[in-house]
């Protein structure tokens, strides 16, 4: 059975510190998926990382994937107020992108100005 | 751009009646997806369609669970009998297939409280 751990499920951090968030799964997957979710909304995609390596940027978040160590992380730089939301992480459980995803708890994030 | 469309957003009921659920994807979407989240918790896969094939409903939480998308388009999920455990969000989610590099899009769901 896939699993998705997510590390720290709870983050307060004050405006302008950088930080990174964890997404460790249990089984070989090619693609690996980043969500964000404010309070009472649904999922917003942030990423789609498809291969080992791959790296990607938008704005203050940057996320990338070890498919060898099967290993996700989302790093925020100087984070502000706005990035204030609960991230999760998703893997496929099939493969080929089209099938059920497993989610992560989630990252609680809350950023204090 | 019109993206996932559920409907209700908010349905309240009591214990034993039967709900129903409705999701109109994006429209070039072939494949549909739903999900059930609960508070503090991620998303839970239930099922999905290619078109209008079930392709795994396995994962459906229990035989009071049942989901349809007969033309290929809008799909339903149906929960039967409800019970207090059932109250949470319903998600539902779209994506053009398979390999494709797109994420699955999702609708803002449909929150059940069961009285």
């Known amino acids: 059975e896939l699993k998705v751990e997510q590390n720290p499920l709870f983050l307060s951090m004050q405006e302008g510190k950088n930080y990174t968030i964890y997404c460790n799964y249990s089984?070989?997957?090619?693609?690996l998926y980043w969500y964000r979710q404010d309070p009472g909304k649904s999922l917003e995609s942030l990423f789609v990382?498809?291969?080992?390596?791959a790296v990607k940027q938008e704005g203050r978040l940057m996320a990338s994937l070890d498919t060898k160590a099967r290993l996700s992380t989302l790093h925020i730089t100087a984070a502000v107020h706005d990035l204030s939301a609960t991230y999760f992480c998703a893997v496929d459980m099939e493969g080929g992108g089209a099938d059920g995803l497993t989610f992560g708890k989630g990252t609680h994030l809350i950023i204090q100005p | 751009d019109t993206g996932v469309s559920q409907d209700p957003r908010h349905k309240i009921t009591k214990r034993g009646q039967n709900v129903t659920f409705r999701c109109d994807p994006i429209?070039?979407?072939?494949?549909l997806y739903w999900y059930r989240q609960t508070l503090g918790q991620g998303p839970e896969f239930l099922t999905y369609f290619q078109n209008e094939a079930q392709l795994e409903k396995s994962r459906l939480l229990s035989d009071r669970f049942s989901a349809e998308r007969p033309k290929g388009s809008f799909s339903t999920l149906e929960i039967q009998r409800t019970e207090q455990g059932d109250s949470a969000m319903y998600l539902c989610?779209?994506?053009?297939?398979?390999?494709?590099?797109?994420?699955?899009?999702f609708g803002d769901g449909t929150r059940l409280s069961i009285l």
């Open positions: 989610a779209s994506s053009p297939g398979h390999y494709s590099n797109q994420p699955q899009h």
């Open positions: 429209s070039e979407h072939n494949r």
């Open positions: 990382l498809l291969s080992n390596g």
């Open positions: 089984t070989t997957s090619d693609r």
